[in-house]
């Protein structure tokens, strides 16, 4: 079935450095991909997504392009804030029928200043 | 819309006293989805309802769990007896198609002492 593996954390930066967090995919043919940001003491947030091949998704200074050479997905920001710690989850679509995601386990980035 | 929303916030209870979760999805959402989330385990799918029928609980991780949606607009987790390993933070997610992703609640933090 459809899966993701992303990078273990935690990944440790100083304010702005260049961020990339690795996800790569299994998949069914093209289903729609995203990122997820969990802040300290909330929920989780979707923070893009790409529904599409090749197809860009950005927020908040964030960006990921859906690249089905590579089945990847990688999360990367050019210059990262305090404000962006936070645990980061790529997710997909499951190949069973309904509305599941598929989550993967989460990279906790911390920034420090 | 007020997003999804979950009751209570924090809860903290004995061991053996029973413990209900409360959520209400976003109003149009047909699909709900009740996470668990710890460090040790990480986010659980627990268990998912589509249009108020439960497709998938194989996540429940035993018979003390138990979780019912009597309609469109409400579910309920329900632990009874609650046991201090059920610490965790319990997540209410909906979505109307999950190539659109989910919107998750802002979580109700379990403490079983």
């Known amino acids: 079935g459809n899966s993701v593996t992303q990078m273990e954390g935690p990944v440790t930066l100083s304010e702005e450095a260049f961020l990339t967090i690795n996800c790569t995919y299994t998949?069914?043919?093209?289903?729609?991909l995203f990122w997820y940001v969990q802040y300290p003491g909330e929920g989780l947030q979707l923070l893009l997504k790409?529904?599409?091949?090749?197809d860009k998704g950005s927020n908040k200074g964030f960006e990921a392009t859906y690249r089905k050479e590579t089945t990847s997905f990688h999360l990367e920001k050019g210059s990262v804030q305090v404000s962006d710690s936070a645990v980061y989850f790529c997710?997909?679509?499951?190949?069973?029928?309904?509305?599941?995601?598929?989550f993967g386990g989460g990279t906790r980035l911390m920034v420090k200043p | 819309d007020a997003g999804v929303i979950q009751s209570p916030r924090h809860e903290v209870t004995e061991m053996g006293q029973e413990v209900t979760l409360r959520c209400k999805p976003i109003?149009?959402?047909?699909?709900l989805f009740w996470y668990r989330q710890t460090m040790m385990r990480g986010l659980e799918l627990l268990i998912y309802?589509?249009?108020?029928?439960?497709?998938?609980d194989s996540g429940m991780p035993e018979d003390r769990f138990s979780a019912k949606m009597p309609n469109a607009s409400f579910s309920t987790l329900k632990i009874q007896p609650s046991e201090p390993r059920d610490s965790a933070v319990y997540f209410c997610?909906?979505?109307?198609?999950?190539?659109?992703?989910?919107?998750f609640g802002s979580g109700t933090r379990l403490t079983v002492v």
């Open positions: 997610a909906s979505t109307l198609r999950g190539n659109y992703g989910y919107t």
């Open positions: 998949a069914t043919g093209y289903p729609s």
């Open positions: 790409a529904t599409k091949a090749d």
């Open positions: 997710a997909l679509p499951g190949s069973n029928a309904g509305n599941m995601l598929t």
């Open positions: 109003s149009g959402h047909n699909s």
């Open positions: 309802f589509n249009n108020n029928v439960p497709i998938d």
